[in-house]
């Protein structure tokens, strides 16, 4: 068969010869007999529904026994989608192996860390360095590209099911076997290992690469540097998986592929190093229901979806109507939040929204899960809301290929992260994630829209650039951060950040090695606080969590401690440096504190910013010029809106004056 060529990069409409919002679900019509088909067929016309995902825990039925394939409940499925004018989003069902894979190849099973196999009966469960599994899930990926590949219903192609959730590491001997393999291609040799792991220590040196095994659980802490690794490894191999069945998918198919990714949800897989493998980026993300800002949360996780996209338009592959069923407490959704929440990704640069799933189960392990079409029937609030919405992103076409762009950017690396949650660290209270979400949470109620970069990613497009938590730094990202600050950038780092390099090593000398000579000081010692302790600083901040003992070397001091352990000591700092700035906080700053610190740096770097507010305004544009203005009201009250043109939902004038009404959405072509 002749090679198909690989489609091109995103340039406008996310399927080429498109022009419109796609709306739709996760459908998952082998729960139900045939007789319901024909009726959810009509129901997602009636909802406006252009596109489904399909076929994705499908693996039993399409191949029943090894080797046996049986399409005909797909046939029939994609052939009744076809004739409504529904396109398919067709999956490939390798996240669920049939009941016979698991008896026939047992050794592909995952181990937990401690040596637990694990059964099957869920999903997401096998090895990803089984060789059987591979050759399993290749052959049915092959399998369904050759029947499918060309099928007009098929725009769509999407491999596997949530990578790296819920299982992200296997300790079977052929995971350790591979391991071994990735250890020499990246170290060479031995005594590069020896060095990188720092095995001096403990008496770890290794003479032999068989002697290495996966980080175990052990007596007392494992090597850092072989945790960090076999996170690396593991990362690496759940990619090498969508690879494969990407490829050959690709030799049958010109369609678009992607696989959809947890972006801040799931921190199991480096997504920097995927989002350049998939031909669309796309993404699932669910509400924590119980967290008051959760809204906030959403635009966190779409940010940073953009940014694995590089600004060009994404795919919201699933959220829910309402509740889920996995959280402590499922909350259901309040009237109007599914729509606000549908048009807050839009907002961030989505061009198709799903949701998961597109009739409710009344079996299985997410019956209690919400969907378009609820238990609840046609008559619910919840179906109306649905159909509404699907009528509302009818009529907001010209967004599609229009694009978000960001004068700030926070950085993000999962490998830092990786290696900040390992055990023995100064203080259990520094979590990254809270840190983001802190200095995220400031810039949103300041109407500044940011990107997420890697700390060695091209910087020279944003004029302020946050570290809040960036514990490992290593030596390309070091450099790319003094030169993007000494060209003029303005740099701002919160504590903890700098610390180590790739290996989970600290440098020569004091901390923060990494960051020394942009921020302009070094620290003696961690100053660590009891849970629950604060301290004062001299311009009437409080500080939380953390300080340090700091000695400047060019920085100047913009506030000191008053008491603490560090009393008398700097802890907010500034350094002139090239032609740029770096700030640095060494304490935990909170609310208003925060806030001052936040605004302080974007002055700095002459971005403009808004007063706090719940009314969230994210502007998309096109490549011709045209803007278009999303703002959805958060609050209980009414807001001025500010922006003049033309509502797109109405067609009426809006001008600066015109209010957005509590909870919420308009969409407004600028003048």
Known sequence: MTEVSPVAPWTSGWIPGTRSIRFGGDYNPE??????????????????VNLVSIGIFSWALLEPREGEYDFSFLDEVVSLLYDAGIDVDLGTPTAAP???????????????????????????????????????????????????????????????????????????????????????????????????????????????????????????????????????FSSDALLDCFRLERDAIREHSDRPITTNFMASTCPNVDLWQWADEVDVVSNDHYLVAERTDNHVLLALDADLTRSLARGRPWVLME????????????????????????????????????????????????????????????????????????????????????????????????????????????????SHRERIEAFYTVLWRRGVT?????????????DVVFLPASYLIDDASADNLRGYTAAGGTLAVSYFSG??????????????????????????????????????????????????????????????????????????????????????TSTGLHGADLDRFVTDVLSDGDVPFGEPDELETVERTHEDGRRFVVQLNHADIDRPGGVAGTDLGTGRRVSIDDIVPAGAVRIVRRA
């Open 499 to 584: 610390i180590v390099g790739a290996n989970d090593d600290v440098p020569a000398g004091p901390y923060p090695g990494q960051l020394r000579e942009v921020l302009g000081l070094w620290i003696e010692e961690f100053e660590p606080m009891r849970r629950g302790e604060t301290v004062c600083l001299s311009d009437g901040r409080t500080g939380h969590v953390w300080a340090d003992d700091i000695t400047l070397d060019g920085a100047r001091a913009v506030a000191t401690y008053l008491d603490g352990p560090a009393a008398g000591g700097a802890a907010i700092t500034r350094h002139d440096f090239g032609d740029g700035v770096a700030w640095y």
């Open 450 to 462: 940011i990107d997420f970069v890697h700390p060695a990613a091209d910087l020279t497009g944003y």
């Open 31 to 48: 729960q139900w007999p045939r007789e319901v088909w024909a009726e959810d067929v009509r129901l997602m016309r009636e909802a406006g």
């Open 319 to 430: 959220h829910s109507t309402s509740a889920v069923n996995w959280q402590p407490r499922n909350l259901a959704k309040r009237p109007g939040e599914m729509a606000r929440n549908t048009l807050a990704h839009l907002a961030r640069g989505a061009d198709a929204v799903l949701f998961f799933q597109v009739r409710a189960s009344r079996k299985g392990a997410e019956k209690f899960h919400s969907a378009m079409i609820p238990h609840a029937g046609t008559a619910s609030r919840r179906w109306g809301e649905v159909v509404d919405l699907g009528e509302r992103l009818s009529g907001l076409d010209e967004l599609v290929g229009s694009r978000v762009s960001a004068r700030v950017a926070i950085g993000w690396d999962w490998q830092s992260f990786w290696a900040q949650d390992l055990e023995w660290r100064p203080s259990v209270d520094a």
């Open 98 to 232: 049939p009941a016979w894979f698991y008896r026939a190849h047992p050794g592909a099973r995952a181990i937990t860390r401690e040596g637990i196999a694990l059964s099957s009966g869920s999903r997401g469960i096998v090895s990803p360095s089984s060789p059987a599994y591979r050759h399993a899930a290749r052959e049915i990926a092959s399998r369904l590209a050759q029947r499918y590949g060309t099928h007009p219903a098929v725009v769509m192609w999407h491999v596997h099911n949530e990578y790296g959730a819920p299982i992200a590491e296997s300790y079977d001997e052929a995971s350790v076997a591979a391991f071994r393999c990735w250890l020499e291609r990246r170290y060479g040799t031995l005594e590069h290992l020896n060095d990188a792991w720092g095995t001096a220590f403990w008496g770890q040196r290794y003479g032999q690469w068989e002697e290495i095994d996966a980080p175990r659980v052990s007596a007392s802490v494992a090597n850092p540097a072989q945790r960090l690794d076999f996170r690396r």
